[in-house]
């Protein structure tokens, strides 16, 4: 199973962009995208911005995966 995650563009540099997913910074390739700019949400998978959502999905999403983790960290 395949896992993209939403992160925020927080800058651009070339055809490179920085994410930050939950306080955790990346670089990110840009390639697959059309007018990324910075302060757009992203789906990022295998280190590539493969596509732009809103930021409400965006959060949501987030919320659910912290949920997700916390159930599995409660199974211990």
Same mark, same amino acid.
């Given at each position: ?6 992160? *925020?563009?927080? *800058? ?6 920085? %994410?930050?997913? +939950? ?20 789906? %990022?998978?295998?280190?590539?911005? !493969?596509? *732009? !959502? +809103?930021?409400?999905? $965006? ?7 912290? $949920? ?9």
């Amino acid at each position: 199973m395949c896992l993209a995650v939403p992160a *925020k563009i927080i *800058k651009i540099e070339n055809d490179i962009g920085t %994410v930050d997913l +939950d306080g955790v910074t990346r670089p990110v390739s840009l390639l697959l995208l059309e007018q990324a700019k910075v302060g757009d949400f992203v789906l %990022v998978h295998a280190g590539f911005a !493969i596509h *732009k !959502i +809103d930021e409400s999905r $965006a959060r949501e999403s987030l919320e659910m995966l912290r $949920a997700s983790l916390a159930l599995l960290d409660d199974g211990d």
